[in-house]
């Protein structure tokens, strides 16, 4: 099996040094600036934020974030019983659309796990 965590991290960083390395992107900057500054520890913990992240997400379908809050979740030691729990609710909400990405989901969890 293909190392997912590795090529969605490399392919990542790759792509967002080309785009906020354009000194044209100051809206785009200024985006990416908010996203991070928004899941930093305030009233809510950062696990906290990463669940709502994850569970917007897959109800959003985007793979891509939902692979990026998998990974953070877990380096802040979240347990696959509270993503399986939140990924329950974001299939809940967003309807059986949803499945193919909560399968997507599960395999970059066990991807997650497998590096250590």
Sequence with gaps: MSDIVKEFNEYRTKMNDKILGDDNNKIIKRIFNLDTNAYAEGALDVKTKELLGLVASAVLR????IAYH????YKQGLTKAEINEALGIATLVGGTI???????AYEFWEALE???
Aim: proline share 6%; net charge negative; hydrophobic share 30%.
């Design 114 to 116: 497998a590096q250590n």
């Design 98 to 104: 949803v499945i193919p990405h909560l399968r997507r």
């Design 62 to 65: 985007c793979d891509d974030c």
């Design 70 to 73: 998998l990974e953070t979740s």
